[in-house]
């Protein structure tokens, strides 16, 4: 699952065995996955294709609520036939560093931090409690990896490596970290 | 020659007249000349170059939004020749055929098959009777197999690769020039390359052209993005009048110089 927060950079997780689940959607738009991995994947492969063709006319790199819009679109109107939920995080000149949560049936809504997934459920408290706004590019890293860490250690459906992207204006950067090299808390 | 009775409809829709000819689309080609502009295309060893004319003709106009020059991806560009609104539907649809191709397939759209598909579909134009055909269109780009790359389609329907290309009013003279050019040296690097296409357009056009009145695309192999030139160290190589005075064989030393 997931986990975002919206500060001076942008921090994007997921983990799932090997399977990655966060997409970049364009240069410094990423997306989660959630929900039916081929309905996501599929939605995922057409919002591109629309992002990609909106951005070459504007002439300029997308805004991030467009890509959550256009993600929105697509579930939205084809809710019937799908069951994928998104969350899309990412930086823009408009409005720097935003997350956006699109839901099974469609909602969009923007958010500072946000978690999903199966394993999510045990560390909203942890994610309520120490999320703090303007958290600095480490201390989001620590944030999510402490926050992955404990939800992989209470789901056990959850486990594996630990996906991270860091979205800042200059550039994306990619962390993976290893289930065996997260933080160790005391539930162990 | 005995001429079979034509309804005299070959000239207004495209069908053969009893020559042969398909006179829509040939008046098609004409009207590519109705801008007044010329633009020329050169391949470099590691380069692709495209320039054409700026004309800004009226003087409350932004000239920042004037443009013939098309972004189709992010790694191929293009230049359109002919009336403005039909350049700008053909792009369209180009890019749409570039977004199409990579969502369905999974990757970039190679120039050539991109070269391809608008050609097709300008063909279809020549059949259409409720369709005319549309500009001229020349493509660049870097493909990852072959490097840098120049295609051109026309109105016709018709489509080829080349070394140097030029569409517009001065057509003729460019491409002659540009042959000549070729026949001494294929291989030119950056520098080189522009310098015969902007050489070419100077000479062909007998304009000394300044900054503001050229726009030039470019893809090189080591950034294969399209983008376009700010060819302001080429024109420094002649600062002195503010005019940008092509020499071939001297230019490059100059702007050496310059820097």
Same mark, same amino acid.
């Given at each position: 699952?997931?986990?975002?927060?919206?500060?001076?950079?942008?921090?994007?997780?997921?983990?799932?065995?090997?399977?990655?689940?966060?997409?970049?959607?364009?240069?410094?738009?990423?997306?989660?996955?959630?929900?039916?991995?081929?309905?996501?994947?599929?939605?995922?492969?057409?919002?591109?294709?629309?992002?990609?063709?909106?951005?070459?006319?504007?002439?300029?790199?997308?805004?991030?609520?467009?890509?959550?819009?256009?993600?929105?679109?697509?579930?939205?109107?084809?809710?019937?036939?799908?069951?994928?939920?998104?969350?899309?995080?990412?930086?823009?000149?408009?409005?720097?560093?935003?997350?956006?949560?699109?839901?099974?049936?469609?909602?969009?809504?923007?958010?500072?931090?946000?978690?999903?997934?199966?394993?999510?459920?045990?560390?909203?408290?942890?994610?309520?409690?120490?999320?703090?706004?303007?958290?600095?590019?480490?201390?989001?890293?620590?944030?999510?990896?402490?926050?992955?860490?404990?939800?992989?250690?209470?789901?056990?459906?959850?486990?594996?490596?630990?996906?991270?992207?860091?979205?800042?204006?200059?550039?994306?950067?990619?962390?993976?970290?290893?289930?065996?090299?997260?933080?160790?808390?005391?539930?162990? | 020659?005995?001429?079979?009775?034509?309804?005299?409809?070959?000239?207004?829709?495209?069908?053969?007249?009893?020559?042969?000819?398909?006179?829509?689309?040939?008046?098609?080609? !004409?009207?590519?000349?109705?801008?007044?502009?010329?633009?020329?295309?050169? +391949?470099?060893? %590691?380069?692709?170059? *495209?320039? =054409? &004319?700026?004309?800004?003709?009226?003087?409350?106009?932004?000239?920042?939004?004037?443009?013939?020059?098309?972004?189709?991806?992010?790694?191929?560009?293009?230049?359109?020749?002919?009336?403005?609104?039909?350049?700008?539907?053909?792009?369209?649809?180009?890019?749409?055929?570039?977004?199409?191709?990579?969502? !369905?397939?999974?990757?970039?759209?190679?120039?050539?098959?991109?070269?391809? +598909?608008?050609? %097709?579909?300008?063909? *279809?134009? =020549? &059949?259409?009777?409720?369709?005319?055909?549309?500009?001229?269109?020349?493509?660049?780009?870097?493909?990852?197999?072959?490097?840098?790359?120049?295609?051109?389609?026309?109105?016709?329907?018709?489509?080829?690769?080349?070394?140097?290309?030029?569409?517009?009013?001065?057509?003729?003279?460019?491409?002659?020039?540009?042959?000549?050019?070729?026949?001494?040296?294929?291989?030119?690097?950056?520098?080189?390359?522009?310098?015969?296409?902007?050489?070419?357009?100077?000479?062909?056009?007998?304009?000394?052209?300044?900054?503001?009145?050229?726009?030039?695309?470019?893809?090189?192999?080591?950034?294969?993005?399209?983008?376009?030139?700010?060819?302001?160290?080429?024109?420094?190589?002649?600062?002195?009048?503010?005019?940008?005075?092509?020499?071939?064989?001297?230019?490059?030393?100059?702007?050496?110089?310059?820097?």
């Amino acid at each position: 699952y997931c986990l975002n927060d919206s500060t001076s950079s942008q921090i994007s997780l997921h983990y799932g065995y090997t399977i990655n689940k966060v997409i970049q959607v364009h240069d410094r738009i990423f997306s989660c996955m959630a929900g039916s991995l081929a309905d996501a994947q599929a939605v995922t492969k057409a919002a591109k294709f629309h992002l990609s063709f909106h951005s070459v006319q504007m002439e300029t790199p997308p805004l991030v609520i467009a890509a959550a819009s256009v993600l929105k679109e697509l579930c939205y109107k084809n809710k019937d036939e799908l069951q994928a939920g998104f969350i899309t995080a990412g930086w823009d000149r408009k409005k720097g560093p935003q997350v956006y949560v699109v839901s099974l049936g469609g909602m969009l809504i923007s958010q500072p931090v946000t978690i999903g997934g199966s394993g999510s459920t045990y560390i909203y408290g942890y994610v309520d409690a120490k999320y703090k706004p303007n958290m600095s590019k480490e201390e989001c890293l620590q944030f999510a990896t402490n926050a992955l860490a404990l939800a992989m250690g209470r789901d056990n459906v959850s486990g594996g490596v630990a996906h991270l992207v860091v979205v800042t204006e200059t550039g994306v950067e990619h962390v993976v970290v290893p289930g065996d090299k997260l933080p160790k808390f005391h539930n162990e | 020659m005995s001429r079979g009775s034509s309804a005299g409809f070959d000239r207004h829709i495209t069908i053969f007249s009893p020559e042969g000819r398909l006179y829509q689309v040939e008046y098609a080609f !004409k009207a590519i000349n109705q801008g007044g502009l010329t633009s020329v295309a050169v +391949r470099g060893k %590691d380069c692709a170059i *495209v320039v =054409t &004319q700026k004309k800004v003709p009226d003087k409350l106009l932004d000239a920042a939004t004037v443009t013939h020059l098309f972004r189709i991806t992010d790694n191929i560009g293009c230049v359109m020749s002919g009336m403005t609104a039909d350049s700008k539907s053909q792009v369209q649809r180009a890019r749409y055929e570039a977004a199409n191709w990579q969502y !369905k397939y999974g990757y970039e759209i190679p120039v050539d098959m991109l070269c391809k +598909r608008i050609a %097709d579909i300008s063909q *279809v134009y =020549t &059949q259409n009777a409720e369709m005319r055909p549309l500009g001229c269109m020349i493509l660049i780009g870097v493909d990852e197999e072959h490097g840098p790359q120049v295609y051109k389609c026309d109105p016709a329907g018709y489509y080829c690769g080349f070394k140097a290309t030029a569409a517009g009013v001065k057509q003729t003279e460019a491409t002659s020039f540009l042959e000549k050019k070729v026949k001494k040296k294929l291989d030119w690097t950056f520098d080189q390359t522009i310098e015969t296409a902007i050489s070419c357009l100077s000479t062909v056009l007998s304009i000394d052209f300044k900054p503001s009145e050229l726009e030039v695309g470019v893809v090189t192999t080591q950034d294969p993005k399209f983008s376009q030139s700010v060819i302001a160290a080429h024109f420094e190589c002649d600062m002195s009048n503010g005019v940008f005075t092509p020499n071939m064989k001297g230019a490059q030393s100059q702007c050496k110089d310059a820097d």
